[in-house]
């Protein structure tokens, strides 16, 4: 896999994916920003959520689980001293369907967290990652 990140100004990065997609990567302006997008830290905050997100919804189709929404909630903290890595990252799970099982659901979590899931498997090597989830019965 190959990405390519540019520079565009003061702390303005353009990145770019190797799927062809691109992505603005912006600080705040008493960092030399503009904030005219996503800090790094958070994409890799968003990368695990998206990452695990895509693992739960596609264990509960193959398990022909009726899901209608799911929503992972992210909320993490750094470490005070550079390098400021993520020392705790706790997912919050919010699978939303028609006659949900909890054992599935909390089996498709687990198995996104614990096996599948790339992103919160790597960033684990330095953040205590905990996670939970509720199921939203809709009609």
Known sequence: MKARVKWVDGVMFIGEAPSGHAIIMDGAPESGGRNMGVRPMEMLLLGMGGCSSF???????????????????????????????????HAHYVVSGRGLKEATVKRAVDLSVQKYCSASIMLGKTAAITHDFEIVEVE
């Not at 596609?58 to 689980?65: D, E, H, T, Y």
């Open 55 to 89: 693992d739960v919804v596609g264990i509960l189709r193959k398990a022909r689980a009726d899901l209608v929404d799911c929503v992972v909630e992210l909320e993490a903290e750094r470490a005070e001293d550079v390098p400021k890595v993520f020392t705790r990252i």
